[in-house]
């Protein structure tokens, strides 16, 4: 990601969630979870909203936005299906 002159990786604005079998500690990083999964919605929600609004269209740069985020999604489905098992 490129914000500017400065260069961010998606771990680096993702919180690290760590557990120690303490409680006060682990009731704090509680939050890092609520964290991680709110901007986990968010980028899920920013990929669907593109592959809404670009499905269908035919320029050939707004077909290889729909196919990223279209790949994206369905990425994070089989990941996802796997968990539990």
């Known amino acids: ?3 500017g002159k ?3 990786k998606p771990k680096d604005i993702v919180p690290d969630i ?3 079998g303490e409680t006060n500690f682990d009731t704090e990083q ?3 979870v609520e964290d991680v999964k709110a901007i986990a919605f968010e980028a899920i929600a920013r ?3 593109v592959a809404i609004d ?3 269209r035919h320029e050939l740069s707004i077909k ?3 196919e990223a985020a279209d790949t994206a999604i369905n990425d994070i489905k089989e990941y996802l299906s796997d968990y539990g098992k």
Do not use: E
């Open 1 to 3: 990601m490129d914000l």
């Open 47 to 49: 990929l669907w909203d």
């Open 18 to 20: 760590k557990f120690y």
């Open 64 to 66: 290889d936005m729909y």
């Open 54 to 56: 670009t499905k269908g």
């Open 6 to 8: 400065v260069k961010v």
């Open 30 to 32: 509680l939050k890092n």
